[in-house]
């Protein structure tokens, strides 16, 4: 269903929602010619972080970028909000889209997320293309522990009722004067005008229902991420894209496949990659999608 978007929108591309898995999923389209590309956000963020990419990656091919359930104006009502709902929400999305298989694109949290849907649905996927990603059960719970250089606000995500005391109409603060600063390395990428619009959406009621189910999953979910990774594994082609975090996702997606990875590292470029370095992504991520297309 197509919709009147709610808050930031840019020309040429369409509002939509869709009823799928007991939630109602937004996500916008562009281009209409070409493979389909899938764009998964992360945290902080919601499908805006693509905003500057999308247009580049919809002159051949046809874009699709999603919020996940309990991010941005997708559902965030009472239920699961696990990496596991996660992915099977966007399997869902993809046969009501009718457009699968198609490539997706994961970022940050939502790499358990794509990881489970590249594992448990392969038939949805062409390829997968991880930013800036890591995975439980290979390392990633390691940027929980603060006492070895880790971040705190995973844990205060992940602890019951934590997040509603401490972050609760202090969004727009949360945003904009620690999480994009502290991983943002290329000053003017993200504009007050982006904080406004990823705090519009972090600030609704339950807005934070989504990246607390996230963080509480990877927490646990780590032996069932290396069961999938054993069986059935990953086969799908992939690439990975490391900035900020420098060979962090090379290295933890090169232990769940057997397929050869491409490898790209962007340096001088933070987390937020789509927002830092637009044009080098697109270059990456087309020149990767067009080779698995043309094999």
Do not use: C
Not at 128 to 147: K, N, P
Not at 195 to 208: I, M, T, V
Not at 233 to 256: E, I
Request: no cysteine; net charge negative.
């Amino acid at each position: 269903m197509t919709v009147t978007p709610i808050g930031a929108t840019l020309p040429g591309i369409t509002h939509h929602r869709a009823e799928v898995n007991g939630t109602a999923l937004h996500y916008v389209a562009a281009g209409t010619s070409g493979s389909p590309i899938l764009l998964v956000h992360g945290f902080p963020e919601t499908w805006w972080t693509f905003y500057k990419l999308i247009p580049l990656l919809a002159a051949g091919h046809r874009v699709f970028a999603v919020d996940l359930r309990g991010f941005g104006d997708s559902g965030n009502g009472p239920g699961e909000y696990d990496s596991a709902t996660s992915a099977e929400d966007l399997h869902q999305l993809i046969a009501h889209l009718g457009v699968g298989p198609v490539h997706v694109t994961g970022q940050d949290i939502s790499g358990a997320t794509v990881f489970r849907l590249a594992t448990t649905h392969p038939e949805d996927v062409l390829s997968l293309t991880a930013i800036e990603m890591g995975l439980a059960g290979f390392g990633l719970e390691a940027l929980a522990d603060v006492t070895r250089g880790g971040a705190w606000h995973i844990g205060a995500l992940a602890a019951p009722g934590i997040p509603e005391l401490l972050l609760a109409r202090r969004e727009r603060d949360f945003l904009g004067l620690y999480a994009f600063p502290a991983m943002n390395a290329t000053p003017g990428a993200i504009t007050d005008a982006d904080l406004d619009e990823f705090a519009r959406a972090y600030s609704r009621p339950d807005g934070w229902r989504g990246a607390i189910g996230l963080y509480q999953s990877m927490l646990r979910e780590g032996s069932q991420i290396r069961a999938l990774a054993e069986s059935p594994g990953l086969r799908a082609p992939v690439l990975t894209v490391g900035a900020g975090g420098g060979p962090f996702t090379a290295d933890t997606l090169s232990q769940v496949t057997s397929t050869e990875i491409t490898s790209v590292q962007l340096d001088g470029v933070g987390h937020y990659v789509a927002m830092e370095a637009p044009a080098a992504l697109a270059d990456a991520i087309l020149g990767f999608v067009e080779g698995v297309d043309a094999a």
